[in-house]
């Protein structure tokens, strides 16, 4: 069983930054993909951004791109997104979640494992 704990939400005004960061147990962590998910109240989950096993490769989701940077730390099995110029929209509860495979994807069905989600709530 793979344990996925997400920290740094909170509230920040529009323009200003937060650090999201996510811890997994397990010792598998190089050979998987980490994503980082969002869903907003009403709305669907979508993609944020993921990131290779090794970290060599990352892919962003079009609305974050240029904003937000993923990175990871296999040797403290964490990975981080990097939140700058947030604006009123990136509001929603943020996922980290586990691709069992380690090759990035921004397909929900691809991810195993779930954390419970950080509030991020940006001000206008």
């Known amino acids: 069983q793979v344990q996925l704990v997400e920290s740094g939400g909170g509230l920040v005004q529009a323009g200003g930054s937060l650090r999201l960061s996510c811890t997994a147990s397990?010792?598998?962590?190089?050979?998987?993909?980490m994503g980082w998910f969002r869903q907003a109240p009403g709305k669907d989950r979508e993609f944020v951004a993921a990131i290779s096993g090794s970290g060599g490769n990352k892919y962003y989701d079009h609305s974050v791109q240029g904003r937000f940077t993923i990175s990871r730390d296999n040797a403290k099995n964490t990975v981080t997104l990097q939140m700058n110029s947030l604006k009123p929209e990136d509001t929603a509860l943020y996922y980290c979640?586990?691709?069992?495979?380690?090759?990035?994807?921004?397909?929900?069905?691809?991810?195993?494992?779930w954390g419970r989600g950080t509030q991020v709530t940006v001000s206008s």
């Open positions: 979640a586990r691709n069992p495979r380690t090759v990035v994807s921004p397909k929900g069905n691809d991810y195993d494992y």
């Open positions: 397990g010792d598998t962590f190089s050979r998987n993909a």
